[in-house]
Nanobody
Framework: DVQLVESGGGLVQPGGSLRLSCAAS???????????MAWFRQIPGKEPEDIRS?????????????RYADSVKGRFAVSQDTTKLTLYLDMDNLRPEDTAIYYC??????????????????????WGRGTQVTVS
């Protein structure tokens, strides 16, 4: 089974930068790398276990190139290493409203084969534990 571990969160002042990383280990039955990977975030006060309440931030899938939420376009950049097993999120010009728990997610069932769904949390079946980002 695929497992995800996030790192790189922390406390940063407004206007600052952070880089998040997500390392995927293990493999699905059919592939050595997920069909798609994405970053989601959940703001304080939301039920942590409610995946539907997580906002899609950025994603890369086999079907589409990088996709971003409107709120982070021009400030965040998503990328992968050549193995497609490590996902990065470079966050610049951070704002207080970016404060959230950031989760990495992987699609091992090819749900993201459909265009336009890369930022929908229900397309992803494997989730990391999250890393806290605080902008203050």
């Amino acid at each position: 089974d695929v497992q995800l571990v996030e790192s790189g969160g922390g406390l940063v002042q407004p206007g600052g930068s952070l880089r998040l990383s997500c390392a995927a280990s293990g493999s699905s039955r059919y592939r050595t790398s997920p069909y798609g990977m994405a970053w989601f975030r959940q703001i304080p006060g939301k039920e942590p276990e409610d995946i539907r309440s997580r906002e899609g931030v950025a994603a890369i899938t086999d079907t589409e190139g990088p996709r971003y939420a409107d709120s982070v376009k021009g400030r965040f950049a998503v990328s992968q290493d050549t193995t497609k097993l490590t996902l990065y999120l470079d966050m610049d010009n951070l704002r207080p409203e970016d404060t959230a728990i950031y989760y990495c997610a992987a699609d091992t069932k090819y749900n993201t084969v459909v265009r336009g769904v890369a930022l929908h949390p229900r397309m992803y079946d494997v989730w990391g534990r999250g890393t806290q980002v605080t902008v203050s």
